[in-house]
């Protein structure tokens, strides 16, 4: 079975420091992995993709996300936070097996404060 | 603009009163797919479709209805709505493939008393 674990509901930080948000997944085979930005009252925004083209992957905004398989992690991480960063970032895994092909499983969600 | 368009964004209604949500999507995308958000639970797929035609169940299909009739619309049906169908609703399209990402609606507010 697949699952995607975001191992911090809540994480903040001060305006200018980094920021890490920690994914963890099980999968049985070479996952599919996405981090989502949702600010208030707003659908929720690509950040970056996992294509198993580079392990390292950059997004937008200068966010990237390392996907390490010997940990079955793709943590996500920024140098220096802004006050615009502060919104809810979903960890996403989807599923391509055969009884559930096109499926998305979303982690809880962890959201980020940032204080000036 | 690539889109996709929700309506209505926020809704309140009662038990038992049917209610359409609609989706439309000016992508031409194959993949279409709906989600509920909860507090502390992500958001959780509901139905989802991969053309035409072509629909199938998420994890959290009870009470829920779907038809793809045409490519760009999607809309989620709710027969007889109950309280624990109060959420933010959220469609979603993309193009057919595992590593797509997912263009999403800005989301629907349903209040189900």
């Known amino acids: 079975a697949q699952s995607v674990t975001q191992l911090d509901s809540h994480v903040s930080v001060s305006e200018g420091t980094p920021v890490l948000l920690r994914c963890n997944y099980s999968?049985?085979?070479?996952?599919?992995l996405f981090w989502y930005v949702q600010h208030p009252n707003k659908g929720l925004q690509l950040l970056l993709k996992?294509?198993?083209?580079?392990?390292l992957v950059k997004g937008i905004n200068g966010f990237e996300a390392e996907f390490k398989k010997s940990e079955t992690s793709f943590h996500l991480t920024k140098p220096s936070a802004h006050m615009s960063d502060a919104a809810e970032y979903f960890c996403?895994?989807?599923?391509?097996?055969?009884?559930?092909?096109?499926?998305?499983?979303f982690g809880a969600g962890t959201q980020v404060v940032v204080t000036p | 603009e690539a889109q996709v368009t929700q309506n209505p964004r926020y809704l309140i209604t009662v038990t038992g009163k049917k209610l359409t949500v609609t989706c439309s999507q000016n992508?031409?995308?194959?993949?279409m797919s709906w989600y509920r958000q909860d507090p502390g639970l992500g958001l959780r797929q509901i139905y989802y479709?991969?053309?035409?035609?072509?629909?199938d169940k998420g994890d959290v299909p009870e009470g829920y209805k779907v038809s793809r009739k045409e490519k760009r619309n999607f809309p989620l049906i709710l027969e007889s709505p109950s309280p624990n169908q109060t959420s933010l609703y959220f469609c979603?399209?993309?193009?057919?493939?595992?590593?797509?990402?997912?263009?999403f609606g800005d989301g629907t507010r349903l209040s189900i008393l």
């Open positions: 979603a399209s993309s193009v057919i493939g595992s590593n797509q990402p997912q263009h």
């Open positions: 996403v895994v989807t599923l391509m097996t055969t009884d559930s092909w096109g499926k998305l499983q």
């Open positions: 996992y294509t198993s083209a580079a392990t």
């Open positions: 992508m031409n995308h194959e993949y």
């Open positions: 999968s049985s085979y070479s996952p599919s």
């Open positions: 479709s991969m053309n035409v035609e072509v629909t």
